[in-house]
Nanobody
Framework: QVQLVESGGGLVQAGGSLRLSCAAS????????MGWFRQAPGKERELAAA????????YYADFVEGRFTISRDNAKNTVYLQMNSLKPEDTAVYYC????????????????WGQGTQVTVSS
Protein backbone atom coordinates (compact mmCIF):
# COMPACT_ATOMS: atom_id res chain seq x y z
CA GLN A 1 0.00 0.00 0.00
CA VAL A 2 0.94 3.64 -0.48
CA GLN A 3 0.38 6.23 2.21
CA LEU A 4 0.16 9.93 1.40
CA VAL A 5 0.44 12.64 4.03
CA GLU A 6 -0.19 16.30 3.26
CA SER A 7 1.19 19.22 5.20
CA GLY A 8 1.65 22.94 4.84
CA GLY A 9 -1.92 24.14 5.04
CA GLY A 10 -3.03 26.92 7.30
CA LEU A 11 -4.55 30.36 7.52
CA VAL A 12 -3.31 33.08 5.21
CA GLN A 13 -4.64 36.44 4.14
CA ALA A 14 -5.71 37.16 0.58
CA GLY A 15 -2.73 37.69 -1.66
CA GLY A 16 -0.49 35.51 0.47
CA SER A 17 1.28 32.26 -0.32
CA LEU A 18 1.44 28.71 0.95
CA ARG A 19 3.42 25.66 -0.06
CA LEU A 20 1.75 22.30 0.39
CA SER A 21 3.75 19.11 0.63
CA CYS A 22 2.70 15.51 0.10
CA ALA A 23 5.01 12.80 1.37
CA ALA A 24 4.57 9.27 0.07
CA SER A 25 5.59 6.15 1.94
CA UNK A 26 5.04 2.43 1.73
CA UNK A 27 5.04 0.80 -1.67
CA UNK A 28 5.97 3.75 -3.84
CA UNK A 29 6.61 3.81 -7.56
CA UNK A 30 8.34 6.41 -9.67
CA UNK A 31 5.74 5.86 -12.40
CA UNK A 32 2.93 7.38 -10.33
CA UNK A 33 1.23 10.50 -11.56
CA MET A 34 0.31 12.87 -8.75
CA GLY A 35 -2.51 15.33 -8.36
CA TRP A 36 -3.65 18.02 -5.97
CA PHE A 37 -7.40 18.18 -5.48
CA ARG A 38 -9.43 20.55 -3.39
CA GLN A 39 -12.89 20.40 -1.91
CA ALA A 40 -14.80 23.26 -0.37
CA PRO A 41 -17.94 22.76 1.72
CA GLY A 42 -20.92 21.95 -0.48
CA LYS A 43 -18.79 21.58 -3.60
CA GLU A 44 -17.42 18.64 -5.53
CA ARG A 45 -13.80 17.65 -5.30
CA GLU A 46 -11.89 19.23 -8.16
CA LEU A 47 -8.41 18.88 -9.56
CA ALA A 48 -6.21 21.91 -9.07
CA ALA A 49 -2.97 20.59 -10.55
CA ALA A 50 -1.37 17.35 -11.66
CA UNK A 51 2.08 16.19 -12.65
CA UNK A 52 3.40 13.19 -14.55
CA UNK A 53 5.71 10.65 -12.97
CA UNK A 54 8.75 12.26 -14.60
CA UNK A 55 7.70 15.80 -13.79
CA UNK A 56 7.87 16.68 -17.47
CA UNK A 57 4.15 17.25 -17.94
CA UNK A 58 1.79 19.28 -15.79
CA TYR A 59 -1.85 20.25 -15.74
CA TYR A 60 -3.55 23.22 -14.10
CA ALA A 61 -7.22 23.94 -13.68
CA ASP A 62 -8.57 27.16 -15.14
CA PHE A 63 -9.16 28.62 -11.70
CA VAL A 64 -5.43 28.44 -10.96
CA GLU A 65 -4.87 31.32 -13.38
CA GLY A 66 -1.11 30.97 -13.28
CA ARG A 67 -0.94 31.28 -9.49
CA PHE A 68 0.00 27.71 -8.56
CA THR A 69 2.99 25.55 -9.40
CA ILE A 70 3.13 21.79 -8.93
CA SER A 71 6.46 20.01 -8.67
CA ARG A 72 7.86 16.73 -7.43
CA ASP A 73 11.05 15.34 -6.00
CA ASN A 74 11.04 11.62 -6.62
CA ALA A 75 14.20 11.12 -4.57
CA LYS A 76 12.23 12.38 -1.57
CA ASN A 77 8.94 10.78 -2.64
CA THR A 78 7.35 14.19 -2.26
CA VAL A 79 5.11 16.38 -4.40
CA TYR A 80 4.59 20.08 -3.77
CA LEU A 81 2.00 22.70 -4.58
CA GLN A 82 3.23 26.27 -4.40
CA MET A 83 0.24 28.58 -4.14
CA ASN A 84 0.66 32.31 -4.64
CA SER A 85 -1.79 35.20 -4.80
CA LEU A 86 -4.32 33.23 -2.81
CA LYS A 87 -7.96 34.25 -2.88
CA PRO A 88 -10.74 33.60 -0.37
CA GLU A 89 -12.35 31.29 -2.92
CA ASP A 90 -9.27 29.06 -2.67
CA THR A 91 -10.40 28.08 0.82
CA ALA A 92 -10.82 24.31 0.86
CA VAL A 93 -9.38 21.06 2.07
CA TYR A 94 -6.55 20.15 -0.27
CA TYR A 95 -5.86 16.48 -0.98
CA CYS A 96 -2.89 14.76 -2.51
CA UNK A 97 -3.64 11.80 -4.77
CA UNK A 98 -1.66 9.26 -6.78
CA UNK A 99 -2.28 6.80 -9.58
CA UNK A 100 -0.18 4.64 -11.84
CA UNK A 101 0.30 5.89 -15.36
CA UNK A 102 -0.80 9.27 -16.69
CA UNK A 103 -2.81 11.81 -14.78
CA UNK A 104 -6.53 12.47 -15.21
CA UNK A 105 -8.85 15.19 -14.01
CA UNK A 106 -11.42 12.73 -12.66
CA UNK A 107 -10.81 11.99 -8.96
CA UNK A 108 -12.20 8.49 -9.46
CA UNK A 109 -9.10 7.65 -11.49
CA UNK A 110 -6.84 7.98 -8.45
CA UNK A 111 -6.37 5.05 -6.11
CA UNK A 112 -4.32 6.59 -3.30
CA TRP A 113 -5.31 9.61 -1.25
CA GLY A 114 -3.96 11.62 1.62
CA GLN A 115 -5.98 12.80 4.59
CA GLY A 116 -6.16 16.39 3.40
CA THR A 117 -4.86 19.67 4.73
CA GLN A 118 -7.00 22.73 5.38
CA VAL A 119 -6.26 25.95 3.53
CA THR A 120 -8.14 29.02 4.69
CA VAL A 121 -7.74 32.37 2.96
CA SER A 122 -9.13 35.39 4.74
CA SER A 123 -10.29 38.55 3.01
Amino acid sequence: QVQLVESGGGLVQAGGSLRLSCAASGRTYSSYAMGWFRQAPGKERELAAAISWSGGSTYYADFVEGRFTISRDNAKNTVYLQMNSLKPEDTAVYYCAARSGRYYTNPNAYEYWGQGTQVTVSS
